[in-house]
């Protein structure tokens, strides 16, 4: 879901409010739109090519349509010119009606564009939620399929001289697949099978799409069946705590991770005799989860791994050593975790993973602004999997203030609280961010800057030494009442 999309800047907002006008469907024509959606299970890759000419000099902003069912599941969004690497700026149109079956995009393009001039902008997306397991129920040796529903046509506020849309299965084997007959706008046939690709289109010379007069007479649905082989993953909920300690140098990391498998529900009993016979067979079945490898930081340390049994002995973790200072090198600790039990169709798992990593290799001191600087990953990448609702929990050390914060893309929702643990005695700051649908692109940074007022460096010996004094006097206390006892005992 676009979820992410309402909280962009308060600017944004503005210039969305300003410019939602109508498009103006003489600006640019769509010499070719090709769509090619990479089918998968909680994860799905759809790229558009816009081949795009300018109708009038000065234009430069060019706008997409999503049809509403798209927009709700795309999780993530980036749009760049064919061949560069540089993202260009977006931003979501607000709704003029609620009612519309399609929503605006506005991409900036690097400049303004004469009079027949071309480009190709390539949108990338991932949706998440877009497949369903089909049937929805299976016998632990079935195998597992699922279905994707998607517009035959891709809309567009513009005219289109030519589009195509091309669904890629992850192998040949497709079940079935829409085949539609006497389309509008195709001249040949209306779709192609070739390997795993079902292709609809070419259709010629369709004229803006984007209004509900098209939408009703010529938009249609079109559903693929696939076979897929990995189990459909989604973490129903994972909570992030990251404790930053000046006292330890240390940054703790814990996830609790709530793992669900979303593939079809496991019917009928499950047979741990054909799980080992088909793991033995290595032939496991597609729908099963036996493992997971995560990738974790280098330097981690103490890495702990267990669920509501307890400690979780089956695990592995290959640690990579601490990088050097300033190093870009992409090392990672890899974590091939085994859950205690295969985790079948409409299984639930839920883990507690932690680790504990030297201070000094997220965080930094900048004396100029007498700040720390601390960087904080937001997730740690389930492959394959979408995360429902995430919360990240950042917790500084006691007595932090002015503090400011970057997330790599915003937050549902964030606020600031402040936690109170064991001999603190003011408590911590702490900073909480909430995200629905994240994906592997999603992976990225939370940016903390703060100061720690030289009293609060004093706060915690103060705090400590007070609590040993408290059991000095305790001890004295009861070694009291033991004497008198003894003395009793005695008497
Ligand atoms: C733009 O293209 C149209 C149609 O191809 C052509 O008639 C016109 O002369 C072109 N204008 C410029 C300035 O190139
Ligand atoms: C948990 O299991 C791991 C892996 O066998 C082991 O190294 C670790 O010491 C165990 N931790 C506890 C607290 O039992
Ligand atoms: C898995 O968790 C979800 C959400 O908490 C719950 O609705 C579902 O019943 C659980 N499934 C099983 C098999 O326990």
């Known amino acids: 879901m676009l979820r992410h999309w309402c909280s962009t800047s308060l600017s944004l907002l503005i210039a969305g409010l300003l410019s939602s006008e109508a498009v103006s469907a003489k600006d640019f024509e769509n010499t070719a739109i090709v769509r090619q959606v990479d089918l998968a299970g909680s994860l799905v890759q759809a790229t558009t090519t816009y081949a795009v000419k300018a109708l009038r000099d000065g234009a430069d902003v060019y706008t997409v349509a999503l049809s509403t069912q798209d927009k709700e599941r795309t999780s993530w969004m980036e749009a760049r010119l064919k061949g560069q690497q540089k993202a260009l700026v977006w931003h979501a149109r607000p709704l003029d009606t609620p009612k519309t079956d399609y929503h605006f995009v506005d991409i900036k393009l690097p400049k303004r564009l004469g009079l027949n001039e071309t480009l190709n902008i390539v949108l990338d997306t991932v949706q998440t939620h877009a497949t369903k397991p089909w049937p929805e129920q299976s016998a632990q040796k079935d195998e597992q399929a699922l279905i994707y529903k998607t517009g035959l046509y891709v809309i567009s506020p513009y005219r289109t001289l030519v589009q195509r849309t091309k669904l890629k299965s992850p192998s040949p084997r497709i079940i079935s697949h829409t085949e539609l007959e006497d389309i509008s706008f195709a001249t040949g046939a209306p779709f192609t099978k070739s390997g795993s690709t079902v292709t609809y289109g070419p259709f010629n010379n369709i004229p803006p799409s984007s209004n509900e007069a098209f939408l009703e007479k010529h938009q249609d649905e079109v559903l693929i069946h696939f076979h897929y082989d990995h189990p459909v993953l989604e973490v129903l909920k994972l909570r992030r705590a990251v404790e930053v300690s000046h006292w330890g140098a240390n940054l703790n990391i814990q996830d609790d991770i709530h793992l669900r498998n979303a593939g079809p529900k496991l019917k009928g009993h499950f047979s741990r005799l054909d799980h080992q016979a088909q793991a033995f067979y290595k032939k496991p079945a597609p729908h099963v989860l036996p493992s997971l490898t995560l990738h974790l930081p280098p330097g981690i340390r103490n890495t702990y791994y267990y669920d509501l049994i307890g400690n979780v002995s089956t695990s592995r973790l290959r640690a990579a050593p601490r990088l050097p200072r300033g190093s870009n090198a992409k090392l990672s600790s ?78 549902k929702s964030m606020w600031i609280s402040t936690e109170k643990t064991y001999l603190d005695t003011s408590g911590r700051p702490t900073l909480t961010f909430e995200y629905n649908d994240l994906t592997a692109k999603h992976d990225g940074y939370i940016y903390v800057s703060y100061r720690v007022p030289i009293s609060a460096h004093f706060q915690k010996p ?28 005695k008497a």
Do not use: C, Q
Not at 469 to 489: N, Q
């Open 334 to 411: 890899v974590l091939e975790l085994r859950p205690r039990y295969p985790l079948l169709g409409g299984w639930n798992y839920t883990f507690t993973l932690g680790w504990d990593a030297p201070l000094g290799d997220s965080a930094s001191y900048d004396s100029k602004t007498g700040k720390y600087y601390v960087k904080v990953p937001i997730m740690t990448v389930i492959p394959g999997a979408v995360v429902d609702e995430a919360e990240v929990k950042v917790t500084l050390p006691e007595g932090a203030d002015d503090f400011e914060f970057t997330p790599p893309f915003p937050a």
């Open 462 to 489: 103060v705090a400590v030494s007070a609590a040993f004094m408290g059991l000095f006097v305790l001890a004295i206390f009861w070694r009291r009442i033991d004497l008198r006892i003894h003395k009793t005992k």
